[in-house]
């Protein structure tokens, strides 16, 4: 295989699994390449199931093979949310600043200690004619009480990663490529790559 379809939209997650297949020498692919694959609504209750979601409609749509990322933020303190209304959690109209200033404004005056989070990621691999594959994987790390850093996406500037004393967004790419819920994630996925893809699946 030497190219991929990343049923997304969300730049970041574009510009990370750009950078995270590039090692593999396999190009990736988003809808931002093929505007007219429609939107699906994301009405699954986890992760794995908005993940299948968007990459079935995708492969279906384009007949060729799929991945789709679902992912987003589960804070302890407020008992997982916002789960899978990471995107949506400030409103329908995705923002990351004011999904950020809602967090902070739900999380004031709760102390550093409990301000535990992590990041989710499921990723789907639909494939025409195959059964749908799902992988998932997750980042520890702690909500802080101000954004720092410009790098990253979505919640980066409010996540603390304890092993780097930084926040996602404070990270290098290459950084976050090695640590984050997303590269966890892929390798999982590589792990299992040759019977997701089958023998005779693909002869490029
Ligand atoms: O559904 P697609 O088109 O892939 O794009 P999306 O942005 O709607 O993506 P999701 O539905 O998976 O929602 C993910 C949410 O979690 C956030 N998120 C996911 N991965 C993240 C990361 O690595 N760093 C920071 N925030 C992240 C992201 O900003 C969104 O608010
Ligand atoms: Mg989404």
Not at 11 to 25: D, I, N, P, S, W
Request: charged content about 30%; overall charge negative.
């Amino acid at each position: 295989m030497t190219e991929i379809v990343i049923a997304t939209k969300n730049a970041g997650k574009v510009r990370e699994f750009a950078a995270l297949f590039e090692k593999r020498g396999i190009e990736v692919k988003s809808l931002l390449d093929f505007p007219d694959v429609p939107d699906v609504e994301e009405t699954g209750s986890t992760f794995a199931e908005n993940a299948k979601i968007k990459a079935e409609a995708a492969a279906d749509r384009l007949r060729r093979p799929v991945i789709a990322d679902d992912s987003g933020l589960a804070v302890d303190a407020l008992g997982g949310r916002p789960g899978v209304y990471s995107a949506r959690y400030a409103g329908e109209e995705k923002n990351d600043a004011r999904n950020i200033a809602k967090l902070l404004s739900e999380l004031e005056g709760v102390p550093m200690e409990k301000r535990t989070a992590r990041f989710h990621c499921a990723l789907a691999v639909a494939i025409p004619g195959r059964p749908t594959a799902v992988v998932e994987a997750t980042c520890d790390g702690y909500i802080t009480e101000a954004p720092r850093g410009e790098g990253g996406f979505g919640y980066d500037p409010v996540f603390y990663v304890p092993e780097r004393g930084k926040t996602m967004a404070e990270l290098a790419p290459d950084e976050k490529n090695v640590i984050s819920h997303r590269a966890k994630a892929l390798a999982k996925l590589e792990e299992q790559w040759d019977d997701i893809i089958g023998e005779k699946g693909e002869s490029e």
